[in-house]
């Protein structure tokens, strides 16, 4: 296993248009985490599945976006609507069921024209 | 937006040196993790620590867990210009994790 896995590492898209991001988590591991992070700030929690059940959203999550996690295995976010605000690293983790230890992957860098 | 104080922002320290940055709250937390970024790169898991007052060493780094479980430092001995990246601390609280804004090591050789 090479650890969590995410696409694209970058994407550059005009405002208004929707983009999608996808996880891979680590084998096995049943919990996934999406963050935000933005330029000099620490990463700003967004979602968590245990499964493919999403159990908590931030309110920092819009109606815009969305997180999936249908077989319980990958994960997509899609931001609709794009805004220059969205512009951000968005950061995928995963843990196992009764460890807390969380391993991100390399992120996706999203920048909005 | 960030519930954790890390402190500090950012540190200048000659190769060789120790540092020592540290993380409050003023939630309780059940356990706490020290993540290293370094530019463009997605966090990497250092050190977790799982009880209050508990005292972890990962080689030349060095976390406690604060007994009050409100705080956690890291320790970097001899410092080395690899060293070099923003270290942030993350409580955690059931499956809520936070983070700190980070503190940015730079290390001259």
């Known amino acids: ?113 | 937006g960030q519930q954790l104080n890390q402190s500090p922002q950012s540190m200048f320290i000659q190769e060789g040196e120790d540092v020592s940055m540290n993380c409050t709250s003023s939630s309780i937390f059940n356990t706490w993790l020290w993540y290293k970024q370094e530019p463009g790169e997605g966090p990497v898991l250092l050190i977790a620590l799982y009880k209050a007052g508990e005292l972890t060493s990962n080689g030349r780094l060095t976390a406690q867990f604060g007994i009050t479980r409100k705080d956690s430092f890291l320790n970097i001995s001899a410092s080395i210009p690899s060293d070099v990246g923003i270290y942030f601390c993350a409580g955690q609280r059931n499956n809520d994790m936070r983070f700190g804004a980070g503190t940015r090591l730079t290390v001259k050789p």
Not at chain 1, 5 to 24: A, E, L, M, W, Y
Not at chain 1, 27 to 36: C, K, P
Not at chain 1, 53 to 81: C, H, N, Y
Request: aromatic content about 12%.
């Open chain 1, 1 to 113: 296993d090479t650890g969590v896995s995410q696409n694209p590492r970058h994407k550059i898209t005009k405002r208004g248009q929707n983009v999608t991001f996808r996880c891979d988590p680590i084998s096995e591991h049943n919990r996934l985490y999406w963050y935000r992070q933005t330029l000099g700030q620490g990463p700003e929690f967004l979602t968590y599945f245990q499964n493919e059940a999403q159990l908590e959203k931030s309110r920092l999550l819009s109606d815009r976006f969305s997180a999936e996690r249908p077989k319980g295995s990958f994960s997509t976010l899609e931001i609709q609507r794009t805004e220059q605000g969205d512009s951000a690293m968005y950061l995928c983790a995963s843990s196992y069921e009764g460890n807390t230890e969380a391993f991100f992957g390399q992120g996706t860098r999203l920048t909005v024209v």
